[in-house]
């Protein structure tokens, strides 16, 4: 019995279009900081918010087509259009932070003078505030949502402090210090830190696309579910899960006490997957009643018994 889908998709796909509409208008400002001031650091920086723009805009297609309801030849939904989406973020962080390595390649690591320092702080401090800010928005909703894509796209936000960080560090490090070999530093290490963002973000998606099981939390909601059913319910077996999408799909064998009826065994059988669907949003449950004592006592599958 799974639970009741999202009504509204649109509530779902705002948060990364609010996303989306914020990043392009910090990539416009650093863009035009870069072309002001000439720092490496700004460069990389405009292209990580460049990047944000479709890694947003990905994200809410992703979420908003996820929520599409199964059909004849997706009888389980789409939900893994999110961990697909995620796996695209990560390629796109990829190649933006392989943009940023071979503009200061291409320049031999030669530092340019850096102009209008002021300009450059004040926009980095922007860039700061403001992908904070927008981090935990995302974060939160995409906890709220259960969305892998929104939750992806505020872990990548999250790291736009450090990247903007350090355009500070190597303005002030230019101006105060005339360290200029600073500036190419940071857009070396801002790659890096893209480069490691996107393994993080590669890695999750690729657990959800390999049907890994849901969370442990979850694990032991259901248990005490089932548990809270003694002594009609004797045992159960064979619990497989996966998570696709915000959906969780949750099937197991029920062990019932075989001197019930079929209408009762039935009606136990509703009531614990209903109360596992209402207890873990999107859950999608299956459960496969078995007679308790079992006929096949050999049977291979670890069982949980009930006392």
């Known amino acids: 019995m799974p639970s009741e889908p999202p009504t509204n998709t649109l509530s779902r796909d705002r948060p990364a279009l609010i996303a989306a509409g914020i990043s392009v208008g910090l990539a416009v ?24 723009v479709v890694v947003s805009l990905l994200s809410a297609w992703s979420v908003r087509a996820a929520d599409a309801p199964p059909d004849k030849d997706h009888p389980y939904g789409h939900g893994k259009l999110e961990h697909m989406a995620s796996l695209g973020q990560a390629l796109l962080l990829l190649g933006s932070a392989f943009a940023v390595l071979s503009s200061v390649i291409r320049r031999g690591g030669e530092s340019a003078p850096l102009t209008s320092p002021y300009l450059g702080i004040g926009i980095a401090v922007v860039g700061v505030i403001t992908p904070t800010l927008l981090a935990r928005f995302l974060t939160k909703r995409g906890a709220e949502l259960h969305s892998p894509a929104t939750e992806a796209d505020g872990a990548h936000y999250a790291s736009d402090y450090w990247v903007n960080a ?24 801002i790659s890096v830190a893209i480069l490691r963002l996107a393994a993080l973000t590669g890695a999750t998606a690729l657990r959800g696309l390999m049907d890994e099981q849901i969370g442990s939390d979850h694990l032991n909601v259901v248990d005490g579910i089932i548990k809270s059913h003694h002594p ?49 949003p999107y859950a999608q449950v299956t459960i496969h009643a078995d007679p308790w004592p079992l006929e096949d006592d050999d049977l291979e599958a670890p069982k949980v018994r009930l006392e």
Do not use: C
């Open 166 to 189: 350090g355009v500070i560090v190597a303005f002030v490090s230019d101006m105060w210090l005339g360290w200029k070999m600073v500036d190419n530093i940071i857009a070396v290490i």
């Open 232 to 280: 009609d319910v004797r045992g159960y077996h064979d619990l497989l899960s996966r998570r696709s999408g915000p959906n969780r799909f949750i099937q197991f064998h029920m062990e019932i006490d075989a001197t019930l009826s079929f209408r009762d065994a039935h009606r136990l059988v509703e009531t614990v997957s209903a109360a596992i669907s209402e207890a873990i």
């Open 29 to 52: 400002l650093k863009f035009a900081g870069w072309g002001i001031t000439g720092s490496s650091a700004l460069l990389a920086a405009a292209v990580d918010s460049a990047t944000d």
